[in-house]
């Protein structure tokens, strides 16, 4: 059984940056495609960024420029920078893992919460102004 820990996240104020971090468990990590999703009070859960399992990164268009996804397959963990933190980003985020694809995958593939098969439980983020 896969699990995923999300961790990093806190409260800071308006401008500040965060670092998320997302550690999995087991050996099939480098083959797999990561995403991270977020769900604020009283909204549905959406997508913020996807790193590919060969390194392409994908982010919803009101976090591009701040947000920086990575990932080091060496320790199984996808990190998620994100600088000019604002209240609207507060939320509980989440990263979740793909099975295993092919190299290339749709962009809609990653972006869609039905793609991925294992979630952690979520670390929260808190933006006051």
């Known amino acids: 059984q896969v699990e995923l820990v999300e961790s990093g996240g806190g409260l800071v104020q308006a401008g500040d940056s965060l670092r998320l971090s997302c550690a999995a468990s087991?050996?099939?990590?480098?083959?797999?495609?990561i995403g991270w999703f977020r769900q604020a009070p009283g909204k549905d859960r959406e997508f913020v960024a996807a790193?590919?399992?060969?390194?392409?990164?994908y982010y919803t268009d009101s976090v591009k420029g701040r947000f920086t996804i990575s990932r080091d397959n060496d320790k199984n963990t996808v990190s998620l920078q994100m600088n000019s933190l604002k209240p609207d980003d507060t939320a509980v985020y989440y990263c979740?893992?793909?099975?295993?694809?092919?190299?290339?995958?749709?962009?809609?593939?990653?972006?869609?919460?039905?793609?991925?098969?294992?979630w952690g439980q979520g670390t929260q983020v808190t933006v006051s102004s």
């Open positions: 979740a893992r793909t099975p295993r694809t092919a190299f290339y995958v749709p962009t809609d593939y990653l972006r869609s919460q039905k793609s991925y098969e294992n």
């Open positions: 087991g050996r099939t990590f480098r083959d797999r495609n």
């Open positions: 790193i590919s399992r060969i390194g392409d990164t």
